[in-house]
């Protein structure tokens, strides 16, 4: 081990987000080369005060408890690698494979639109639904929190439900026996019913927050740029979107290498994304060699029918102005799509009679 001085790094039970079983693992992994030693305490507000007080040096949270603490006089110092972000269906059988009609516990709005934009005969219920549906809330509320998920698959085992969507955090850090089946970002070539998930924005993230002027270049070989660079960029698009979206849009930031684009897009015949990777000061054919930043966003009417979704891929130092761009878009596409368009006396040549008609809109975001 080299020498140098200790750091404690704070932590707290595992509050079903990934953060404690990730800051476990980077800490045992780097303090292989260098004194780090990892302190657990009860509650996050507890593990902010010692932070304040000087009990210890970092503190490892996730994006959700930085936004909902009082984080006054403490900076991120950075990130740990992105653990993957998208949410799972635990049961039996593949989505596409439940029987007719399932009955699926889902108790996040986007997640429950974007299942029946893929099985609209599927049944999904929240979790106060469900507990009325299997008439076991005293029993339910009898457990301790750390029981309830183990509890569901519990159900799913004895065939009570057909099975529950949860965050992959979840169904990692509590025993399972039923399989987990990855609710993923990528279009399922192989199931011409798969659509994709794209996740609601922030999960996955463990951020290493300390006292403002901390060293950050004393702790730079446990920080990851490309996920600092992903958690920014999607807190400021969460930020700037109307609180009413918040709960039924995706959003997914992330940077990759360009080869892993140009096979995505020959795998899919994807040429539209093929020429956006084409250097434009070269010949025709040669990409420009470096990673790429991705945007994906989308929302969803409640019957997962109608769907408003933007994409971007941009090299890193355009992320920003691409972000801007993104959101421009977005915004202006679910306005037209949300409003009502009244018919028009305007003759144009070639246009059928229908084109001056009035028409609904075609995107409703929340039930009538």
Known sequence: METGERLV???????????????????????KHRDLRLK???HMQTALEALRDGLGDLLAMSAFDWRNHDVQGLEIVGLLSRKEPTWVLVAEDKPEYLKQGAVVMCDHELLRRQMLRMRSDLTLLSEEEMLHH????????TLDDDDRWSWFDAMVTQ????GFIAPRAIHAGHRMKNRRHTLGLQRDQSESQRERFIPPPLHGF????????????????MLDGSAELAYRLEAAIL??????????????????KVATF?????????????????????????FQSGPRVEFLIETLNPTGTVTAACERIVLPEQSHTAMVTLLREFMELVTIMTTDHEGSKRNIPGMPPSFNEPSPRMLFLHDE
């Open 159 to 162: 065939g009570r439900i057909d």
């Open 206 to 221: 463990t951020l290493l927050v300390a006292r403002a002027g901390f060293p950050k270049m004393s702790v730079r070989d």
């Open 262 to 286: 140009i096979k995505k897009a020959k795998e899919e015949g994807d040429e539209t994304l093929l020429t956006s990777l084409v250097d434009p000061n070269k010949k025709k054919g040669v």
């Open 134 to 141: 299997l008439k076991a809330e005293n029993e339910f509320h």
């Open 9 to 31: 790094v704070l932590t707290t039970p595992s509050r079903d987000d990934g953060v404690r079983l990730h800051i476990e693992r980077a800490v045992e992994t780097h303090g």
């Open 239 to 256: 930020e700037s979107l109307d609180p009413s979206l918040h709960n039924i849009t995706g959003v997914y930031v992330e940077q990759r």
């Open 40 to 42: 657990q305490l009860p």
